[in-house]
């Protein structure tokens, strides 16, 4: 049968509500500005430090995305450091996925993943207990986490985490925060992302 074409009466409210679409706007201003603070912030962090970067990396290179339908949800990123090019990747992307939670994540992929498992393991107990995840999809553009989506890296579980990434072709380390964190809240998106930047940089640092 057909899906009905009627509004509802909820449905109806919502499309009549204005201020509901000026909060939207005020709101998404106010994430653009926290992503550009973030990159800021990022920039100044990253000359400090010496990453094993792929073949024609940038350290300039960033972008800052905002779309509507992330599984349905609004959606606004930076990607910083941003590298996407011939089948190599290493992005530290920082999330706001309207309806769920804030993602600071590193997506790794290609020639260099191998250095970056060994370092992983290697410095194990250096990224363990920092509130990071291992993602278990089999692509870097699930966001969903959770049981079955990620795997905490916590200090008891390196054994588990090295058999996780022996096969994988890819790394994405992540972290995720709610609207409700106290930090988010008060704006301070750009500190949230360079300390969860900070807690990866073993992964990825000579």
Known sequence: ???SLAFTDDETTLLADAQLFRRKAVITAKIRRMLEGTHRALQAALPVVTLMTPPGFDSKAHQLVKGEHLEDFPYQYLDYPKHFQNG???T???LVWWGHYVV???????GEL???KQQLLGRYHQVAGRGL????APALWEWKRGEGYTFPITHDRKAQIAAIVAERSLIKVLR???FEDVNIQNGQ???????????????VTH
Do not use: D, K, N
């Open 104 to 110: 600071c994540a590193l997506l790794l992929e290609g």
């Open 189 to 203: 998106l750009p500190h949230v992302a360079c300390e969860t930047f900070q807690a990866m940089l073993p992964i």
């Open 133 to 136: 995840e291992l993602s278990l």
């Open 176 to 178: 995720c925060f709610s």
């Open 88 to 90: 190599h990747t290493f």
């Open 1 to 3: 049968m057909p899906q």
């Open 92 to 94: 530290f992307r920082t």
């Open 114 to 116: 191998r250095q970056y």
